[in-house]
């Protein structure tokens, strides 16, 4: 079956810092990737959406400055948050889309920014 | 909002009762599915009913989709301790999924 990697799991930065995460997709090319932020208790918002080799779509109140996205190929996108602060302390999730497999997500990656 | 609703938000059974939970979504669909994530982590797919099917079984689940409505349901039978999650639906659109606002599960032993 499909499987996405999402890197790292869990990461603390300080204030002003930038984190980078990464979600690959190990045994298939993702036609489209998604980047979701989850708050506590509170359900999966979608942040962009990227294809390979072109600028991602962000979503209304995601700033693109922000919250980078590089989506160079077919099986590896990126995600940098840029000077992070406490507020963007979240959970982030991957997905990647292919036809045949569907949406599969990556495990999330856990940043607590102090 | 690009979410669609859920509810219950939270429900606390007996090990053995039945969970019900149930979705509403604004958009066409191509399909709905249901997953589920335990506290901090990643997403598990349950199961996927398209928009030309009313009703799925996989396992103790059960899924109904009504498009009239935009709802779908999602019925966990005889459940375990072990099901004890939060439930989310997302509508896929075709090019995006949107999901739900979850249903906190509680099953006590």
Redesign the interface.
Known sequence: GAVVSQHPSRVICKSGTSVKIECRSLDFQATTMFWYRQFPKQSLMLMATSNEGSKATYEQGVEKDKFLINHASLTLSTLTVTSAHPEDSSFYICSAYEGKYGYTFGSGTRLTVV | S??GEEDPQALSIQEGENATMNCSYKTSINNL?W?RQNS????V?LI?IRSNEREKHSGRLRVTLDTSKKSSSLLITASRAADTASY?C?A?AG????????T?LMVKP
């Open positions: 690009q979410q599915q997953y901090g982590r990643g997403l797919h996927l989310f997302a896929d090019n995006m999924l949107t999901f739900g606002g979850g906190r």
